[in-house]
């Protein structure tokens, strides 16, 4: 099984193609977050977990479900894990393994991979240029197709990740910061002359925080659930939503295939 979450459609793709190597079954973390029953492994299966990575660390619902993850007979199942992210990681992936761990898991291989960039709510950041991102996405590919054969042949003590400098301040420091203040929906608005109502902004959210009002204008429900991954910033073909004043003349991405 490969346990994935995805926002703008990096990690779907990376969790897709190791599913067509390995044949393991996908599930979407969010669809996945009020499992009562433990999981039930058939034998020899591997346990994957693909995920984005948010201010260099794995994403809020992540960690949640790991929390409470319950698997039978996990013993001697391999365990892997994939991170994507427009640029380093950090301890993103330390921190992945110390939740596994919790819950009675070690990781035998770890692997990150650069996508093109999504986040854009900060001042000095934006999406990659057409150019950059399609260089990026040619080398993913290349390096998913070894990354899935080490995972069918159920490789160990393989980790490729890339930490960049100041991993630990980055992750711990500047990740804490970023979980406690800047993940959250309420900077987000609707420039109401652009919005056509299609609804693919609520659609996108992979967390299922949005509605749309009684004129078909997109909502953000103030649950605590958003994560703050823009999907629905970049699906709207109109650039009809902000993030306060953050993205105005900023690009929009989401994976294409």
């Known amino acids: 099984m490969i346990f994935y979450l995805s926002c703008t459609g990096n990690t779907k793709w990376a969790a897709e193609r190791i599913s067509e190597v390995t044949g393991e079954r996908l599930l979407f973390i969010p669809d996945e977050m ?6 039930q492994l058939a034998d020899g299966e591997r346990i994957g ?18 929390s409470g993850l319950r698997l039978t007979n996990a013993d001697g199942h ?41 986040y ?41 990740i890339v930490r960049g400098r100041w991993p630990r ?12 203040r800047l993940v959250t929906d309420t900077p987000f608005h609707v420039v109401e002359d652009r919005c056509i109502s299609c609804g693919r902004c609520v659609d996108a959210c992979p967390v299922g925080n949005m509605s749309q009002d009684e004129n078909g204008r997109p909502q953000w429900q103030h649950t605590g659930r958003c ?12 650039h009809a ?17």
């Open 34 to 39: 009020n499992h009562m029953e433990p999981y």
């Open 49 to 66: 977990f693909c995920f984005p990575v948010h201010g260099w660390r794995p994403p809020k619902n992540v960690r949640e479900f790991i």
């Open 78 to 118: 391999y365990v892997w894990a994939l991170c994507t992210a427009g640029d380093t990681v950090g301890e993103a992936m330390d921190i992945f393994c110390q939740d596994m761990q919790a819950v009675g898991l070690t990781v035998s291989s770890t692997y990150s991979l650069l996508m093109p960039e999504s």
């Open 120 to 160: 854009v709510g900060l001042p000095f950041m934006d999406v990659d240029k057409a150019t950059n991102a399609a260089k990026k996405i040619k080398t993913a590919d290349e390096q998913l197709a070894e990354y899935a054969e080490q995972v069918l042949t159920r490789k160990s003590d393989e980790h490729h």
């Open 169 to 180: 301040i980055n992750s711990r420091v500047i990740g804490a910061y970023f979980v406690k």
């Open 227 to 238: 994560l703050s991954c823009f999907a629905c910033y970049h699906h709207c073909p109109l």
């Open 241 to 257: 939503i902000e993030y306060g004043g953050r993205t105005k003349k900023k690009g929009q991405y989401y994976f294409k295939g």
